[in-house]
């Protein structure tokens, strides 16, 4: 079974550009996370999908950041414009609903400069 | 809030050389506690869990124990190997929560 899949593995932008980052979940996982991990520190999270819907996007930068899960699958999290304090790994997490098992993705690793 | 702390690394031990990584936590009530993994270049991966007081946790050779009184689920092991070089986080998930909360994380490094 294919676990949670992110892409681009790797991204070095400019700060002011845009990016953006691809989650495709472990099918059939209903719940849907966005994480965040400075170096050196534990995943923070960002957003969470039950579904298509964000039921939990308090520490998500408004601002800048948003997020998308249409369908209730795929989900795409963008950045605009990016800060060279956004550089970090962005991990994508799925699990079968809010009580079982998290699995995580590799990460997408942003470098802004 | 809940939160979760780690012992500080990096921690770098010989090969067969006894491991523990202490983790301890604040919450309310009873929360879940886990012992993530982090090889190098590759995503968390779980690789223990309790989900209440007295429960251990076990995976491929790792050990924890669910400790209500002291607050604390350290990771063990015997004997590492080098193949044990990794990132190892401790979190939890707060009772009725749905996310986890992460420690900062341990290097471990493992020579042969």
């Known amino acids: 079974e294919a676990g949670v899949v992110q892409s681009p593995r790797y991204k070095i932008i400019e700060k002011k550009q845009p990016v953006a980052f691809w989650c495709n979940p472990i099918?059939?996982?209903?719940?849907l996370y966005w994480y965040r991990q400075n170096l050196g520190q534990g995943p923070e999270l960002l957003i969470r999908?039950?579904?298509?819907?964000?039921?939990?996007d308090s520490q998500l930068p408004k601002d800048r950041f948003s997020a998308e899960r249409l369908k209730g699958v795929d989900s795409t999290l963008k950045i605009q414009p990016a800060e060279l304090g956004d550089s970090a790994v962005y991990l994508c997490?799925?699990?079968?609903?809010?009580?079982?098992?998290?699995?995580f993705g590799e990460g997408s690793w942003l470098t802004v400069v | 809030g809940n939160s979760v702390t780690q012992m500080e690394g990096p921690v770098t031990l010989s090969e067969e050389a006894f491991l523990t990584i202490n983790c301890t936590y604040t919450?309310?009530?009873?929360?879940?506690l886990f012992w993530y993994v982090q090889y190098p270049g590759e995503g968390l991966q779980l690789l223990l869990k309790?989900?209440?007081?007295?429960d251990k946790g076990s995976n491929k050779g790792f050990e924890a124990t669910y400790r209500k009184e002291t607050t604390s689920f350290h990771l063990e092991k015997g004997s590492v190997q080098v193949s044990d070089s990794a990132v190892y986080f401790c979190?939890?998930?707060?009772?009725?929560?749905?996310?986890?909360?992460f420690g900062q994380g341990t290097r471990l490094t493992i020579n042969p």
């Open positions: 997490a799925s699990s079968l609903n809010t009580q079982n098992t998290i699995y």
């Open positions: 099918s059939g996982h209903n719940t």
């Open positions: 999908y039950e579904n298509e819907e964000a039921v939990d």
């Open positions: 919450a309310t009530g009873y929360p879940s």
């Open positions: 309790a989900t209440k007081a007295d």
């Open positions: 979190a939890l998930r707060a009772q009725g929560a749905q996310k986890l909360v």
